[in-house]
């Protein structure tokens, strides 16, 4: 039987909360698209903790982006020299959601999990996989 596709949760519909180790970076990130319900969720005591040891939970990626390069090195382990430019000069509009979305089908990809890109021709999905 077919799956609905009202069943289905959109991706607007969830928060994507993303928490980023680098062993190499010595990097912790906290990433959501609503970084205070991200904080809401979280055990006040872990909060307070993680707080105090200043640690960012629930970086608000509308204001990250300068760090989306630094993100994505952390995550893939490659170092683009161009940096954070890397993406502007292949005309890459790099936004916090992008970044979320890049982050999901890497992971996805390194388990194995087969990803399909549906989008309308020139909306870089070829780029989004180089």
């Not at 005591?45 to 993100?71: P, T």
């Amino acid at each position: 039987p077919a799956v609905a596709h009202d069943t289905l949760l959109k991706w607007e519909e969830s928060n994507h909360e993303c928490l980023l180790f680098s062993n190499n970076e010595h990097a912790v990130s906290f990433l959501s698209l609503n970084p205070a319900a991200m904080r809401s969720a979280m055990h006040p005591a872990l909060l307070q903790h993680l707080q105090q040891n200043n640690i960012n939970v629930g970086e608000d990626l509308n204001s990250l982006s300068s760090r989306f390069d630094y993100v994505l090195r952390n995550l893939t382990g490659v170092h683009h020299p161009e940096g954070a430019d890397f993406f502007q000069k292949r005309g890459y509009c790099l936004t916090g959601d992008s970044l979320l979305k890049m982050m999901a089908i890497y992971v996805r990809v390194r388990c194995g999990i087969p990803v399909v890109l549906c989008g309308e021709c020139g909306c870089g999905k070829t780029e989004l996989i180089r």
